[in-house]
């Protein structure tokens, strides 16, 4: 090709210099027929060559990205673990242990653009078994369509729509190493149910949740009621499901760094009718969660309502708690927070001295966006006079991926 | 159980499935086709696309800016005058959610979440948030400006500056 295109050149210059050999209109019009065919032919192996480029960069991009089933599939997880040095002030409750307190793996699968699997196994305390001190828990299994653009149906077993921690408790997303006690013995948080719930957006910014699930069981623990919130989680175990529970939640984040929620709870019997004077319980639960440049803010108020004669006697009807967690960003890598924490889960009788405080001053450092390291120091505050009071320092490394 | 304990299970039951029916449907997760992006974004005369390829020492700095290798070979962009269009895939928590960025003379213009696949996270889109992003440069690998989080879409976010930070880098190699 490129020899034609030199003897054609050749021949142009040559009619060009040579006055005597010029050629005629004909013959210039026929030769430059003949460049154009050429300069088209080779116009046409070029874009072959950059299509067939095209197709092996976009084969080897596929390669690269997906492997088959690889792509529908999953795979991340989080795990935490713990020093704890505390010195109980009113007794010998010492609590110096380290433990790697979670161990969590997430699976998912996705079906089809509008369905999915995802999972949550975790190994807590990192020795399961009988006399053991940690438990496998199934945190996580459901099933999730989409409805439409708007709206999904959730079906299996899920997190309970409520709290600032309860959905979203990797460690690299929170201040302090343990959760924060109001969540923990109120809400309870992590809670989990089994049934079926429906999530979607309201409007730009206002999402709601609504939910049918399992209930609690605070008459489960050991053989008597205690009613105390957090021992009813039965955890979706060969659970109870005589009574159940309705759950529905608004979210408004319609604001950059401004998360505002509300949940509140119906529980048909809080002890699955097992024992006497127990009707049915309502938990109302409110947050705002606030990030404004460096400064951060969490707050939380949650309560419970239990009717009946029976946790009357014990002060168990009502079960309240609030705390209030500013934070300051002090660089990319380092955050500072203190929280001050308040909760009492036999409320509803002020006679029995049973509320808690706990304040808590710590840092967050971060070496890697999903990797933190925790120091922090905690100071509590029993009413009962007697009661366990644990101060000291708790450190912390954790990860999420 | 009761009589009346099942007809209010029947009701709350009713008022849980209402969202069911209640609610319109449309394309799940796409809000907008890319090439409906790019003829909004050029206002109908959509010009050549181009590519860069990612090799040597701009693969590195990619990884950098994305906190993980690139997979593929190149990336694509658009360009007329002094704007640019990039749409580009990034992974908020486990699915790619694709994001279209417009750049105009060195600084967005704006982004939008084309497609969002996550389960969560999805209120990135609004223009609420991606509105702190107009008019956000580059001072070395990072944005001129903090960009305020939404509370339980930290990944989503993230995926979001990533994508951002790498189109006004990769906009300084085309012009």
Known sequence: ?401 | MSSVRLQLRYKLLLLVMLPMVAFSVSARGVYQTDEAFLTETFDGKVPKSSVIWIKGDLRKTVADILSHKYSGMRIRYWQQDERSAWILNEIGKEQPITFGVVIDAGKIAHVKVLAFRESRGGEIRYPAFTRQFTDAGLIGLELDRHIDGVSGATLSVWAMTAVTRLALYLDTLTT
């Open chain 1, 1 to 401: 090709m490129k020899f034609k295109r030199t003897l054609i050149a050749a021949s142009l210059m040559a009619a060009c210099t040579v006055a005597n050999a010029a050629p005629s209109n004909e013959e210039l019009y026929s030769m430059i027929q003949q460049l154009k065919a050429e300069n088209a032919a080779l116009k046409n192996q070029v874009d072959a060559s950059d299509e067939a480029v095209e197709a092996v960069v976009v084969q080897a991009e596929k390669m690269a990205t997906f492997s088959g089933v690889a792509d529908k599939v999953s795979i991340g997880g989080y795990g935490e673990l713990h020093y704890n040095n505390l010195d109980d002030q009113n007794g010998t409750a010492d609590s110096d242990k380290i433990d790697f307190h979670r161990f969590v793996l997430f699976f998912g699968y996705e079906f089809s653009d509008d369905l999915r699997f995802f999972s949550e196994l975790e190994l807590e305390h990192s020795l399961s078994g009988d006399g053991k001190p940690g438990e496998v828990e199934l945190e996580q299994a459901y099933i999730q369509y989409d409805m439409n653009g708007h709206n999904t149906v959730t079906g299996g077993l899920f997190l309970m729509p409520v709290g600032i921690l309860n959905e979203t408790h990797e460690p690299d997303t929170f201040y302090g190493t343990e959760r924060n006690p109001v969540e923990k013995n109120i809400i309870p948080t992590t809670w989990w149910e089994a049934g079926l719930m429906f999530s979607g957006d309201l409007a730009e910014g206002l999402r709601y949740d609504v939910a049918m699930t399992s209930g609690l069981d605070v008459s489960k623990k050991d053989t008597k009621s205690t009613f105390k919130i957090r021992d009813g989680r039965q955890k979706v175990a060969s659970a109870q499901a005589n009574d159940l529970a309705y759950t529905g939640r608004l979210k408004w984040t319609a604001i950059p760094g401004v998360e505002l929620a509300a949940t509140m709870q119906y529980q048909e019997n809080i002890t699955q009718g097992n024992v006497a004077g127990t009707e049915e319980a309502t938990l109302f639960e409110t947050h705002a969660v606030i990030q404004q440049g460096d400064f951060g803010l969490r707050a939380l108020y949650a309560t419970w309502d239990l009717e009946g004669d029976t946790p009357k006697l014990t002060g168990y009807d009502e079960q309240t708690g609030w705390y209030v967690e500013p934070s300051y960003r002090i660089s990319k890598h380092l955050g500072v927070f203190a929280r001050y924490s308040e909760w009492d889960n036999q409320a509803g009788m002020s006679s029995i001295k049973s509320e808690m405080e706990q304040i808590d001053l710590g840092v967050n450092w971060w070496p890697h966006k999903n990797v933190v390291v925790k120091v922090d120091y905690q100071i509590q505050d029993n009413e009962k006079a007697t009661g366990k009071e644990l101060d000291g320092m708790n450190i912390g490394v954790g990860y999420s991926f």
